[in-house]
Nanobody, 123 residues
Framework: QVRLKESGGGSVEAGGSLRLSCQIS????????LAWFRQVPEKPREGVAR???????DYAYGMEKRFTIYRDIPQNILYLQMTGLKPEDTAMYYC?????????????????WGQGTQVTVSS
């Protein structure tokens, strides 16, 4: 059974930084896509950043300037380093993984999701 557990969210002022972590545990299979999404109430889930095997990375438009996605492979942790946070970054952030290669525009194709971690940015 695959389990994803996010942590690292919180409340920060605009311009601040946070590092989100996603511990992936359970079935030790190789996931081809590992990603961060975010969602605010009453809006669709939005892709933020993705690692897809072997080591390609992509970001939603403009996010690569402030966000960095990376992995700790031995510890099986997916990170999202966020800097220069803005109030519009306020959302619940989720990590998700898939056995196949799916893009940030296809959140419904990711098989496994965490429960999310809240990020709140005040102005």
């Amino acid at each position: 059974q695959v389990r994803l557990k996010e942590s690292g969210g919180g409340s920060v002022e605009a311009g601040g930084s946070l590092r989100l972590s996603c511990q992936i545990s359970g079935d030790p299979i190789t996931f081809k896509s590992l990603a961060w999404f975010r969602q605010v109430p009453e809006k669709p889930r939005e892709g933020v950043a993705r690692v897809w095997l072997p080591d390609d990375i992509d970001y939603a438009y403009g996010m690569e300037k402030r966000f960095t996605i990376y992995r700790d492979i031995p510890q099986n942790i997916l990170y999202l380093q966020m800097t220069g946070l803005k109030p519009e970054d306020t959302a619940m952030y989720y990590c998700a993984v898939s056995r196949d290669i799916w893009g940030l525009a296809s959140p419904t194709e990711f098989e496994y999701w965490g429960q999310g971690t809240q990020v709140t940015v005040s102005s």
